[in-house]
């Protein structure tokens, strides 16, 4: 599994995992080499803010606001996203 980014505090979630309404910043992004490069051309790259907007009824899929657009992400993709608090205060090093 390739691993892109990183939080050494250990307060990261994935972006699936996050209520409607919550939100952080990209930590890093796990995944095969295609599902990585997808969603890091979809521009959910490490330091980027997001918020979830909407859920579908089972939570497939997820509806992320980012960058000043709303993308919809299928949960696998999402589960991929790893996001970390918004200021973060415990974090050094790749996650500032």
């Known amino acids: 599994m390739a691993i892109f980014g990183g939080c ?3 307060l990261e979630k994935t972006l699936s995992s996050l ?3 919550e939100g ?3 930590s890093k992004i ?3 080499g ?3 490069k997808r969603i890091l051309e979809m521009g959910l790259v490490p330091g980027t803010e997001v918020r979830i907007e909407r859920k ?3 939570n497939d899929p997820v509806s992320v606001w980012f960058r000043g657009y709303e993308l ?3 949960v696998d993709e999402a589960d991929a996203v790893f996001i970390r608090p918004k200021g973060c205060a415990g974090c050094s090093g790749g996650c500032r």
Do not use: F, M, N, T
């Open 34 to 36: 295609s599902l990585k």
């Open 56 to 58: 579908a009824p089972l």
């Open 24 to 26: 952080g910043i990209v």
């Open 19 to 21: 209520a409607v309404g």
């Open 8 to 10: 050494s505090a250990g």
């Open 72 to 74: 919809s992400l299928r």
């Open 30 to 32: 796990e995944g095969d």
